[in-house]
């Protein structure tokens, strides 16, 4: 899910963002730039209802719910994330079958515990297994695997926001 934007102060509901957005009319900006203020202030964007589905109210109730939802919920919604092979729902589940299958994941001790660039890399060893994972937040980078190591999941190919996890 998106954070929600609020398009005027009606549709904010948290205090904190009100507030904000208040202090700034009171220190002499104007409408559109309190509401970036309280907009940066504003907790409602982490209280939004669940997105369930692409009905009405995003299937999480079946009448207007007191924190706006947000306009793209007919796209970006549970039901559609099941559908969606590579959808983040269905990464965080094969993430989780990963863990719960492989101890060194679950046991092991952390290692080599680096921040270079725009990736951030570690090592869990257990027993005599090794498992390394690379998350890259930067562009678009290649990863060379050291020899003998085994692709778990991802690929050597890292998008921005990806990540890529193998066996040494």
């Known amino acids: 899910m998106h954070n929600i934007i609020a398009q005027n102060i009606d549709e904010m509901v948290d205090i904190q963002g009100r507030t904000h957005y208040q202090l700034a009319i009171t220190e002499g900006k104007n409408s559109t730039e309190a509401l970036l203020e ?36 007919k796209k970006v919604n549970m ?3 099941k559908t969606q092979k590579n959808s983040i729902l269905n990464s965080y589940k094969k993430l989780i079958t990963l863990r719960n299958k492989e101890k060194t994941l679950q046991y092991g001790d952390y290692e080599n515990l680096e921040l270079q660039g725009d990736q951030i890399s570690f090592t869990r060893s257990f027993q005599k297994d090794k498992i390394t994972l690379v998350i890259n ?3 678009k980078t290649e990863i060379t695997l050291p020899a003998g190591a085994t692709l778990l999941m991802g690929n050597q190919f890292l998008k921005s926001n990806s990540f890529i996890i193998y066996r040494n």
């Open 137 to 139: 937040f930067g562009s």
């Open 79 to 81: 039901a559609a994330y």
């Open 38 to 73: 309280g907009n940066k202030h504003n907790r409602d964007k982490s209280r939004s209802p669940m997105q369930w589905n692409g009905n009405a109210f995003a299937g999480f109730s079946n009448a207007k719910t007191w924190i706006k939802i947000n306009p793209d919920y």
